[in-house]
């Protein structure tokens, strides 16, 4: 039991670092169901419906779940793999 909890906490902490130094500031929910990653860069990478980093171009035009209207920047496939691995892992 205190194993598990202890076990529990190792593997929290081990995905809130990979957060860090994924250097995520933001996250956007789209209108088709995909996930905009913004970087501390301004660099951005997509993520699309069924949970896969997809690649995309430069200056594609976005719009978020709320409607708000964000253009491409960066393609940053590799960093957005990084935190759905990540991610996976702790579950
Ligand atoms: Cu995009």
């Keep these: ?4 909890i202890l076990f529990a906490a190792v593997v929290a902490m081990a995905s809130l670092s990979a ?4 250097d995520l500031v933001e996250t956007h929910g789209l209108k088709d169901g995909a996930t ?3 970087f501390g860069d301004g660099k951005m990478g997509m993520e699309d419906q069924y949970g896969r980093a ?3 171009s430069e200056g ?3 719009v978020t779940a709320d409607g708000k209207k964000i253009v491409m920047k960066g393609d940053e496939v590799a960093r957005v793999n990084a935190i759905l691995f ?3 892992g702790a579950d």
Aim: aromatic share 10%.
């Design 19 to 22: 957060f860090a130094g994924s």
């Design 60 to 62: 594609q035009l976005m």
């Design 1 to 4: 039991m205190t194993k598990k």
């Design 54 to 56: 997809v690649r995309m």
């Design 36 to 38: 905009l990653y913004v």
């Design 86 to 88: 990540q991610a996976r």
